[in-house]
């Protein structure tokens, strides 16, 4: 080959390049690139790559440079409904400064369903509702960024909203320019409406307005799971809803937990899966079902989005929210999605949920959605370790060490409906000669 034709070849490999990190969002490294390189020396074996697969993830990736990590901060509609107002965004935004939790990582302040007037003005544009947000929402993202807080906004992939406000259907380009015009951060993108247009042909209009805006907007689909977003959204959002809405409720909180885990390999950095809004706070659950909620929210890499009224908490509901190395599994950079790796007793009622975490180490959590105290035991095999691995355990809830040298298994025992979580750092492995 000439030296000018390997010039041309070498520039038109480059540009190749160019053009599919721009329109695909990235170069895909696999998420476990690491362990698999290095895995096996510091005793985790061969079969770890299956315990954790993630090799649905990456494909098309939104690329807006958001959602490194899964989002954290707070809605409003799982205590407001649609009984909001400026005043109580702008409350909520000077809570989460002042408890500390904007500094732990929630700095989305959310409105929900039901901030615009039930029409649309003369020219075709959303209106917010004078009564209830009289100074407008560019006044109030000011408001809420002179916190140093992000805002996020409500609309529809539909004719209208849940709750029969105007939608974006076909509205696309000058709802997402006005919500740029208005500082807004975050779009959380609804179904209702829809006129029985597919998913897949209703939500990316919305992402090329959105991208024309010109402004970095996190865009949540919320689609209810109803056309399995997480084989498709990847290329479309930055999160996607996989189940319907969650309610305060034991029975609803654990089923869709489990919905939730089965999409497991298609979460990661830029796009995550979304089981619904955090329940913690809002009085239908017991302190260990909320705490146990927390911990597998946490350890799914759902988004922490509290969903109580922050202005208000009881201490339980502090402690669970504000738990710094809860939410350091949620936002750990390798950004793999943890999962059930281990069932046993009656109606597979004790439970083990592991992932991988930078570092070479594993969160685990021994669930226990039995309806009495328990001992779960989570064997290495299922944890992808070899048996011979020695494990140093940390306590999260109770934010000590508990063993150095735990080998071949560990168990504790879980009350009722609660969960334990834990760090597990691999220390040592001893090989036999064969």
Not at 57 to 79: E, K, R, V
Not at 182 to 197: A, E, Q
Not at 288 to 310: N, T
Request: hydrophobic residues 40%.
């Amino acid at each position: 080959m000439s030296s000018m034709k390997k010039k041309r070849f070498v520039f038109a490999l480059v540009l190749c390049l160019i053009i599919d990190v721009g329109f695909a969002g990235r170069v895909v490294v696999p998420l476990l690139q690491s362990y698999e390189k290095a895995s096996y020396s510091r005793g985790f074996s061969r079969n770890f790559g299956k315990s954790f697969d993630t090799s649905n993830y990456g494909i098309l990736q939104l690329n807006n440079g958001l959602a490194s990590t899964p989002q954290m901060g707070w809605n409003s509609w799982n205590f407001f409904a649609c009984n909001i107002s400026e005043t109580i965004i702008k409350e909520t935004a000077d809570a989460l400064v002042s408890t500390g939790l904007a500094e732990l990582g929630y700095d989305h302040v959310n409105i929900d369903d039901c901030w615009s007037s039930p029409l649309r003005d003369l020219k075709g544009q959303l209106v917010p509702d004078t009564k209830t947000f009289p100074s407008g929402i560019k006044a109030l993202a000011d408001y809420v960024h002179g916190k140093g807080l992000k805002l996020g906004i409500y609309s529809d992939a539909g004719v209208f909203t849940c709750q029969v406000r105007p939608g974006s259907l076909f509205h696309e380009n000058d709802d997402a320019a006005l919500f740029a015009s208005w500082g807004v951060d975050y779009l959380k993108y609804d179904n209702c409406f829809n006129l029985g247009i597919e998913p897949k042909k209703r939500y990316p209009p919305m992402r090329d307005a959105l991208n024309e805006t010109g402004r970095s907007i996190f865009y949540s689909l919320c689609e209810w799971g109803v056309d399995d977003p997480a084989l498709w959204a990847g290329k479309v959002g930055n999160s996607w809803r996989t189940t319907g809405d969650i309610n305060d409720t034991w029975a609803s909180m654990t089923s869709i937990a489990d919905i939730n885990d089965k999409w497991a390999s298609y979460a990661g950095p830029g796009g995550w899966n979304d089981p619904d809004m955090l329940e913690v706070g809002n009085g239908g659950m017991s302190y260990q079902e909320y705490r146990a909620h927390f911990s597998i929210w946490a350890l799914m890499k759902a988004p922490l989005l509290i969903g109580c009224d922050v202005r208000n908490m009881t201490a339980e509901t502090f402690e669970i929210l504000s738990n710094k190395e809860v939410i350091a599994v949620n936002q750990d950079p390798l950004g793999v999605q943890g999962r059930k790796v281990y069932v046993s007793g009656t109606d597979n009622c004790l439970q083990v949920w592991a992932g991988p975490l930078s570092g070479h180490r594993l969160v685990v959590a021994l669930w226990n959605r039995c309806p009495k105290a328990e001992t779960i035991t989570a064997q290495w095999d299922a944890l992808g370790l070899e048996s011979s691995t020695k494990v140093s355990v940390r306590d999260l809830w109770q934010h000590k060490q508990v063993t150095g040298d735990a080998v071949s298994s560990f168990a504790a025992q879980v009350d009722a409906h609660d969960c334990q979580m834990y760090i597990f750092t691999p220390r040592t492995v001893t090989r036999s000669v064969i």
